[in-house]
């Protein structure tokens, strides 16, 4: 009988996540190609549906090469990390940081991402943060494809829709692995990989418009299948390259209760969960569950694999399990209730006992013990939570501080839970809050959704000195690391 668990081990990997298509800035320096993170901006928010199920058409992409891509944006310009990492990485390292998760946008590697060369300037780029990062021994935890599809492979093949992109991504993946080989040992290969369902756009860089006759749900499994089929084998060549390297997926986990004790809500819950779970069941067991075949036939889809894909999918599953977890979800079949905005489980509902963030979000942090020990049960594969945070409007005062105890609030809570469920048994890596510096909101292109411990002082226009200044949830991040979460 092994002794009772008390906290998190020694050697946690406390830390914070970014994306570069939301901080890097510099969206055509230095020989970059335009990813599909690049179009989003202009997207109206009334298009923006549940969050990412929007839909850009051929015409819209276009309209804002044509008219847009120029004006200056904070998507687009991120907060300039491309010029500051250096400052960015010194007060991420005072914070105590012992990993950083960034994401290498594909597009300033292969600019047109069928190139037959990378982008030297691009590489060399992600070279010098990872020796920034190793200036003070924080690990870098490095998204493959971060919602940065280079346009291009949507112009001509309409993204992840074709299985070409397998060998496209797969020749970027063998190019960083190459690079990076004794810089990086923790590699995702797709953020949120389930995105793909509600917006194909965000999600595989797929513009649906240009097929007409397939439903979304053929368009997404269909391009889902090449995504995963693309892990697998970059899990492969991550391993043959960087024999230590440990390779994880990543989802974003839509927990979801059901809202009365009827036997059809407690089916419902159980339906959703498991559509979310699916991706995380094909990464980890090398299979498609049964429940999905049903699924399948049910909706009128209809996988198109290559001899070869079961072997590839079985033969090399992913090391550990990433996910982000901001919120649970309620479902109901029982009559009509008050649905909620931005999240991406058709028909939600407001869960009565959870207060709700400025965006709609249902602030739930006993739904992550329950997400974690659900996630232990399941699979009993290493955790990792790569995205958890608060967006909210930060107020900076007459003397440029900033008290976000709602922030603290939020992050305590989770991370009290956190603790809960490695008390339970459960394996946890690490975990990286989301944000750690303001950045570019992705579900609104705004940038007064903040989530920072740090502030960057830009507005949604675009305005502002881009200066650095530490709120109030700086110190008491640095208190958590540094106690190794005792001291909350
Ligand atoms: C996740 C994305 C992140 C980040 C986060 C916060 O889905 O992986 O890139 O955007 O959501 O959402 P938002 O930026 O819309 O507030």
Redesign the pocket.
Known sequence: MSKAITGFQPGFLWGG?T?AN?VEGAYNLDGKGLSTADMVPWIPKEKRGL??AMDVTAEYIEDVLAEKINDRYPKRDGIDFYHRYKEDIALFAELGFKVFRLSINWARIFPNGDDAEPNEAGLQFYDNVFDELKKYDIEPLVTLS??ETPLALTRKYNGWYSRELIGFYTKYAETVFKRYKNKVKYWLTF??IN?ITHSPYTGGGILVGQLPEKTKDQIAYQAAHHQFVASALATKLAHEIIPESQVGCML?RMQTYPVTNHPDDILEAQRQNDLNLFFTDVHVNGEYPAFMYRYFAENNVSINKEIGDDEILKQYPVDFISF?Y?MSISVTTQGEREQVAGNMIEGAVKNEYLETSD?GWQIDPKGLRVTLRDFHNRYGKPLFIV?N?L?AYDKVEEDGSIHDTYRIDYLKKHIEQMKEAVKDGVHLMGYTA??PID??????SEMS?R?GFIYVDQDDEGNGTLNRSKKDSFAWYQKVITSNGEEL
């Open positions: 996540a994306a939301q969050g990412f971060h919602y953020n949120e995105v974003a982000s901001y965006w995205e945070g967006g989301w944000g950045l570019v909101s992705m579900s609104t959704k989530y």
